[in-house]
């Protein structure tokens, strides 16, 4: 299937633009910001960029920032529960210089390996209106438009999933979300997986077991050493 070879147009938006630091398109999303600042000063609270190696053969897709997490702290998964099983997975893995994530500052490099979030700003109870997933979503497609043949994609929970695709220009219908599953997107692939969040832990929908399988065919598609 053919990939875009162009971002969606957004006004207001460049279709090079992969982030904006004071974009404020969003009116929900904006004023929810400003009042979280004005509880927390020391905060990020701003979209949050995207974090990692701009030539990653695996890009990796997340919901939204969390509130004490990366809206914390100004880099995805950083700062919150969801981090820790990622962290640790990437680190296992080779795509991480360190298992822990504690803030912008803690020295820790990606190799080889990007993430970013189809939602860029916190949204009030994790929750993105579909308004602003595709207000935000030509941010992800030009971020998109710079990876190579053979990228490989890890859409985390259904969000994510129907963002990539969204970004990609595939009609959502043909690549049903499922944990574990492998959809060959143009020259792209992507994996799916359920959100590391705390509630899917906690509850079991993920385990770490299951988390680790799909990292595993990640490392086959790339080829990458266990």
């Known amino acids: 299937m053919p990939v875009r070879l162009k971002p969606p147009i957004v006004p207001g938006i460049a279709a090079s633009a992969t982030y904006d ?23 990020w609270c701003k979209p949050v960029p995207p974090f990692g190696d701009a030539d990653a053969r695996l890009v990796i897709v997340g919901l939204a920032p969390g509130m004490h997490g990366a809206n914390a702290s100004g ?4 700062g919150d529960f969801a981090g820790i099983i990622l962290y640790e997975t990437l680190h296992r893995y080779g795509f991480a210089s360190s298992s822990v994530s504690t803030d912008r500052d803690d020295g ?13 700003c916190l949204p009030p109870q994790n929750k993105p209106l579909p308004a602003e997933i595709n207000a935000c979503n030509a941010y992800l497609a ?3 438009m710079q990876v190579r043949a053979g990228t490989v994609l890890l859409a985390l929970g259904r969000i994510a999933h129907d963002a990539v695709l969204m970004a990609l220009g595939q009609r959502k219908s043909a690549f049903a ?33 299951m988390f680790d399988a799909v990292f ?5 598609c790339l080829g990458v050493a266990q």
């Open 21 to 43: 630091p004071g974009c404020r398109r969003c009116t929900r999303l904006a004023t929810f910001l400003d009042d979280v600042h004005a509880e927390h000063p020391d905060y």
């Open 75 to 78: 880099r995805p998964f950083t």
């Open 108 to 120: 820790l490099e990606l190799r080889n390996c990007r993430i970013t979030n189809a939602v860029k």
């Open 142 to 144: 030009a971020d998109l």
């Open 177 to 209: 979300f499922a944990h574990g599953a492998r959809h060959d997107v143009g020259t792209l692939v992507m994996f799916d997986s359920y959100h590391c969040s705390r509630y899917n832990t906690n509850t079991r929908r993920l385990t770490p077991a």
């Open 216 to 220: 595993a065919d990640i490392a086959a």
